[in-house]
């Protein structure tokens, strides 16, 4: 299975920025696909997720101001970031969660993108 994000970037705080993550590969089905962060010195930590049965789930701190989506085919999910906090800085990770061929769930991580947001 692979992970190909992007979106990542350089906004000022206040703005908006957009991400976007397609999985590919040898799989039964996605069972959720998310979106963790690591600011430099923190543990990673969700960002949101979304099933799929389309639920989401999102951290407490974006709230309000993220929105996690995903395409009809469930096999692409956006994070729409807006009012975006000089807190937001992370490297963002996109995450999936699949039924393997084999039968076994199992984990999948893109290569991380950058978000840097200036105060």
């Known amino acids: 299975v692979q992970l190909q994000a992007s979106g990542g970037g350089s906004v000022q705080a206040g703005g908006s920025l957009r991400l976007f993550c397609a999985a590919s590969g040898s799989f039964f089905s996605i069972i959720h696909m998310g979106w963790y962060r690591q600011a430099p010195g923190k543990q990673r930590e969700l960002v949101a997720s979304?099933?799929?049965?389309?639920?989401?789930n999102y951290a407490d701190s974006v709230i309000g101001r993220f929105t996690i989506s995903r395409d009809n085919a469930g096999n692409t999910v956006y994070l729409q970031m807006d009012s975006l906090k000089s807190e937001d800085t992370a490297v963002y990770y996109c995450?999936?969660?699949?039924?393997?061929?084999?039968?076994?769930?199992?984990?999948?991580w893109g290569q991380g993108t950058q978000v840097t947001v200036s105060s």
């Open positions: 995450n999936v969660n699949v039924n393997g061929i084999s039968g076994l769930r199992k984990d999948y």
């Open positions: 979304i099933t799929s049965g389309g639920s989401t």
